[in-house]
């Protein structure tokens, strides 16, 4: 499938994103819901003492709205309960606006409506039906703003129960702190799921979904760091070795892929048991593995550690289907030489695990004559 065949399948690829009410968790959408109620319960008891009767039953509805909102979230369905919510904050604008007065500021709410629904529109992974939705109902937001200033200069609205001059103004002021009160509560929420979103696109792109250590993007970009900083500073020396399981491809034919990936899993544990030593490991393909070595300490410190981690995975039971196996590995180590690329280096360790293979398996080796041969000879042509 080419490029532009998967731009045109993008939505259904982000469908296990879009379908869960955009970027909040059920639990800030049941926040959300809760506040708007107490707010609700609020103005129910401010509606009473002005006696306007019309919102005191609007009110009661607006209440009954945010009661089944909640249900609804909790059913899962946040992305529903979104749409509900916003229509009724809407329509309870409008008709706050027009029975309270436009001088006590209900209409300043829509700049939080506004936000909450206009910031999901630069999302990329919105579809394209979503932002004509936030698109249109963006623009009927503003209208209605610019329309309820219309009508109330053209004294449109009743007059019957708008509180006196000063009561209008401490209601306006409440209700700008409730307006602008939403914004900054919702940008702060926006932006605390925007880092966990890219918390977890973080972890997706450095980390290897099965064993849930470094990928080999990431421990690639780790060891390209390592050689600048030996190139700039040439402090502590530079050390990488590569892990291959013993045979891997019986246990996979033998026991079926998935005791493969469990015995995986297994060795990335031991690794992980092992990262106190301050050794970097990544999955580097397959069931290859690289590791780099702590720093300040020296090749032959490394020899031991490697030699430490090889005797740890023949000792393990690897445990799968009520069965115990039994694996080995083999292990192949490089020094960094001036002047060596990445590849250059990771070539000879993995130059070393064939030898150690080719000897038998179940081995660490990080010398060789063979090999250290064949280096001289190409540095020498460099």
Known sequence: MDNNNQNLNSSRVYNDIT??????TQKQYMMIAISFLITHVFFEGFYIWLSCTPMIYLNIVSMLVYVVSIFIIRSGNTL??????????YFHIILATVFVGIKSGFQLWLFGTFA???????MPYMSSKQRRQIGNFSIIIVLTFLMLHVCADLKMFPTTYNPDERMARVLYCINALIGF?????????YNQSMAHKNEEL?????????????????????????????NETDENDLFVAILDVDFFKNIND???????????KQLAGIFKKNSSKGFIYGRWGGEEFLLIAPEDISYEEFGSLLEDIRSQVE???????????????????????????????????????????????NKVVVNSREVESKVRIQEGER
Request: proline share 1%.
């Open 19 to 24: 379908e869960d009410g955009d970027y909040f």
């Open 315 to 361: 000792e393990t039971s690897f445990h799968e289907d009520g069965r115990d196996l039994k694996i080995t590995v083999s292990i192949g180590a490089a020094a960094y030489r001036d002047g060596m690329t990445a590849e250059e280096l990771v070539n000879l360790a993995d130059e070393r695990l064939y030898i150690a293979k080719e000897g038998g398996r």
């Open 202 to 230: 973080r972890r997706l792109a450095d980390y290897d979904f099965l064993t849930e250590i470094y990928n080999r993007q990431r421990v690639q970009r780790i060891l390209d760091k390592e050689l600048q900083r030996k």
């Open 116 to 122: 909450s629904i206009f910031l999901p529109y630069f």
């Open 254 to 264: 033998t026991y079926g892929h998935i005791a493969g990936d469990n015995v995986l």
């Open 80 to 89: 529903r309960s979104v749409w509900f919510m916003a229509l009724e904050v």
């Open 181 to 189: 009160g939403a914004i900054t509560l919702y940008t702060a929420v």
